[in-house]
């Protein structure tokens, strides 16, 4: 017979209860408390003046939403205005109002 498992938790010497008759990964922590989780990087909305490439002046604002290093582009070639509500729409959407918008 093996001896029970403990917790995964640096400092935690717990018992961790095995899930009998189940499938999937066994638990490797006692408690929720001692699962500690990685906070999430911001979600931030980006706005950016594209340059004059496509020969439309004042209509290449891009619209993207950034976390850590992961960004998504969510409108382009778009006019200075639509650009600015969008990304307000979106930051209100995120957080509620309070937003981060970054120009």
Known sequence: MTPPARCAAPGCD???ARRQGRTGRPPI???PTCR???PR???TVDIDQDPDDDGQPGRN???RLRRGPHTVTIGDH?????AAALAHQLATLIDGGA???AP
């Open 36 to 38: 500690h989780r990685r």
């Open 29 to 31: 922590y006692c408690s």
């Open 78 to 82: 778009l006019g200075r205005f639509s």
């Open 41 to 43: 990087a911001p979600l």
């Open 61 to 63: 604002w891009t619209v």
């Open 99 to 101: 937003g981060e918008v």
């Open 14 to 16: 717990n018992p961790v």
